[in-house]
T-cell receptor, first 113, second 112 residues
């Protein structure tokens, strides 16, 4: 089945710096990809959903890149601020038709003032 | 308010007890899910259910069972809890395949 590997597990950056998180997946038939943010004690908040190959998507303060050729999904938080401190998870939809999301292991991001 | 609602927020129980967690969605979604998030924040699918088909992750112990009265409700029952069941249980829903998931706020279980 699908396997999703996320790196790094922990990331500390200074306020104003970029934070880059990447995920690789194994199933070439996967076609929906997600990034979620989880603040301490809170549930998962959807940041972005992408599905086109080699697509750059810009959100509010972040960019998502999907490269289907390399089976790689990345999240780049530009000019990070302390409010971005949280756990970030990538997720890939299983292509088996079971409508399940397979999550990466998460990245704990700390943005220091 | 449309969302996914979970109760209780927090539950402490002893080994061997039975517990049941509730989940209700008011989004009109047709598929619901239960995920387990362990102490390392790893998220694992447990069940998905769309009112016609229940899909069980084969790694889920048999003491766990989903219970649904209609497509807006998917409860989780644990027949005899064990210490390794301590975790956060997240309920989610979606409208069909590959649409956005909406997550509930989670139920934190502590087994002592």
């Amino acid at each position: 089945g699908e396997q999703v590997e996320q790196r790094p597990p922990h990331l500390s950056v200074r306020e104003g710096d970029s934070a880059f998180i990447t995920c690789t997946y194994t199933d070439p038939n996967s076609y929906y990809f997600f990034w979620y943010k989880q603040e301490p004690g809170a549930s998962l908040q959807l940041l972005m959903k992408v599905f086109s190959s080699t697509e750059i998507n810009e959100g509010q303060g972040f960019t998502v890149l999907l490269n289907k050729k390399d089976k790689r999904l990345s999240l780049n938080l530009t000019a990070a601020h302390p409010g971005d401190s949280a756990a970030y998870f990538c997720a890939v939809s299983a292509s088996s038709g079971s409508w399940q999301l397979i999550f990466g292991s998460g990245t704990q991001l700390t943005v220091m003032p | 308010e449309t969302a996914v609602f979970q109760t209780p927020n927090y539950h402490v129980t002893q080994v061997g007890n039975e517990v049941s967690f509730n989940c209700k969605q008011t989004l009109g979604h047709d598929t619901m899910y239960w995920y387990k998030q362990d102490s390392k924040k790893l998220l694992k699918i447990m069940f998905s259910y769309n009112n016609k088909q229940l899909i069980v992750n084969e790694t889920v112990p048999r003491r766990f069972s989903p219970q649904s009265s209609d497509k807006a409700h998917l409860n989780l029952r644990i027949k005899s809890v064990e210490p390794e069941d301590s975790a956060v249980y997240l309920c989610a829903s979606s409208l069909g395949a590959n649409s956005d998931y909406t997550f509930g706020s989670g139920t934190r279980l502590l087994v002592i």
